[in-house]
């Protein structure tokens, strides 16, 4: 068995793994298409990661076929995903009933269902965009009544525009319930002369959901937004209606207005927020901010600004399809050719490792308890711009990788079976098994310990496989 010493040793070089290109460069897109490194790299993207039979389900299919099922989730049977999340009851509870369950419940229930549907939905790319959204929406569910509103917020907000409209699902986020709750828009009101706006939520939606830091919006333009948005609130103190979102005309503001550079005229009254989301999606700052973040999830940090470019320009000609946007994306260079590799978060690394394996998950407690000590617990992340893409927050939790694959390996991870005997014979041998899961051919020394018995745990943990 390798040592901790030895693992710790290798995995200081997973970033600097993740920085080596094992693609040529000079080869174009054509060429490459049918070419199993590159099914790899994109099963890696957009989605958790390939089964065993995958590469060759997805080659034999075709790269472009498969990129347009995915693009298009409701052609796509789901039906064993469903079935996994069946019984997690508080999922499909009316948002006045979640009152009635307990945090615990809610948080766990509403976890375990994303951790199962990323490992075994067949709408991979749709499971992928839902986490892309949670964290670019991103809502602590520790705050006030977002313990549980979250679980609405999930079903009604992200997972119901996560392939849709931008536009739609920025509105569904702004009046959302456990938004309104979480950047404290519920009590932004201006009831006299002198009460000054909050503008928590103002601020976030310029700086984080739509233009972005650097978008070019001022102290001002925040301001105004606050001000557009007066006057909507949760209901939260009397159990009939609980949750529901209302708008108060006598809390709204409503002289005249001027957002970036446009007038709102006075008397707007709750359409005051229809005409800010029109003009902060119009905004070319907007398209460039989730270009590039779209970019960085699926390509890499180091995307070329041409590319970014030309997924902008989708976001803008489309008016924000989601979808649309993505498929100008796929068809990149940048992204058919891929360059380095990108440091796999905790949840990607968990479930690509369990989809490699072909786990069967009866209970995800123990999944969850590692995904904390990894520090990626769902929908726990105390600020408002998610959980980070980089890799350097990450390196801190490498001994913990160790643990959980090495304890996946040995048939150890409570509530997690996986037959080893029947995927080293269904792949070839160990060697081919190792082969299968790194996506890559062995290096001398892997293929001296493998031999020594000390697959599969040793891949899992492998630099090489943190990185995708």
């Known amino acids: 068995m ?6 710790l040793a290798s995995s200081s070089m997973a970033l600097a793994a993740c920085s080596t290109s094992t693609w040529s460069h000079g080869r174009t897109a054509e060429m490459a298409q049918e070419d199993p490194r590159l099914l790899r790299h994109v099963l890696d993207r957009v989605a958790y990661g390939p089964r065993p039979e995958d590469i060759s389900r997805v ?8 990129l347009a099922s995915q693009l298009n989730p409701a052609t796509l049977d789901d039906s064993e995903g469903e079935r996994r999340v069946r019984r997690l009851e ?7 009933e979640l009152f009635e369950y307990k945090e615990e419940l809610l948080w766990t229930e509403l976890a375990s269902g994303k951790l199962l549907r990323a490992c075994y939905s067949e709408r991979q790319l749709f499971e992928v965009m839902v986490d892309f959204w949670t964290d670019h929406f991103n809502i602590d569910s520790s705050k006030g009544d977002c313990p549980w509103l979250k679980t609405a917020d999930d079903r009604d907000v992200i997972r119901k525009h996560a392939l849709g409209s ?12 456990a938004m309104l709750w979480y950047l404290d828009g519920r009590s932004n009101r201006k009831s006299t002369p002198e009460e000054a706006p909050n503008e928590n939520y103002a601020r976030e939606l310029l700086e984080l959901h739509t233009l972005g830091v650097h978008g070019g919006y001022t102290q001002h333009d925040v301001m105004e937004v606050a001000r557009c948005l007066t006057g909507w609130t949760v209901r939260s103190d009397t159990w009939f209606g609980k949750g529901r979102v209302e708008f108060n005309n006598a809390f709204h503001d409503d002289g005249a207005k001027r957002v970036l550079g446009q007038d709102i005229p006075a008397e707007g009254g709750k359409d005051d927020v229809d005409r800010v989301m029109d003009i902060v999606v119009g905004h070319p700052a907007t398209a460039s901010h989730l270009a590039a973040k779209l970019c960085r999830r699926f390509i890499g940090p180091d995307t070329d600004g041409a590319t970014i470019l030309v997924v902008a320009a989708a976001f803008a000609e489309s008016k924000g399809d989601i979808p649309e946007t993505l498929r100008a994306l796929f068809q990149t260079e940048a992204f058919r050719m891929p360059g380095a590799p990108t440091f796999k978060r905790p949840f990607r690394y968990l479930v690509s490792a369990l989809r490699a394996s072909e786990a069967e998950i009866m209970s995800p407690d123990a999944l969850l308890d590692y995904l904390a000590r990894m520090g990626h617990s769902p929908f726990q992340y105390p ?7 980089e890799a350097a927050p990450w390196t801190g939790s490498l001994l913990w990788r160790w643990h959980v694959v090495h304890a996946l390996s040995r048939g150890q991870l409570p509530g997690v079976t996986t037959d080893w005997t029947a995927l080293k014979s269904n792949a070839g041998g160990g060697l081919a098994l190792a082969e299968s899961l790194l996506g890559q051919s062995l290096t001398l020394a892997e293929k001296k310990l493998i031999r020594n018995g000390q697959a599969p745990g040793l891949i899992l943990a492998a630099p090489r496989y943190q990185g995708a």
Do not use: H, M, N, V
């Open 166 to 177: 931008f536009p739609e699902l920025l509105r569904a986020s702004a009046l959302g319930p």
């Open 2 to 7: 390798i040592s901790r010493r030895e693992f």
């Open 90 to 96: 508080t999922l499909r509870c009316p948002t006045g």
């Open 383 to 389: 600020t408002p711009d998610g959980y980070p893409e």
């Open 59 to 66: 080659q034999a299919q075709g790269l472009d076929a498969y």
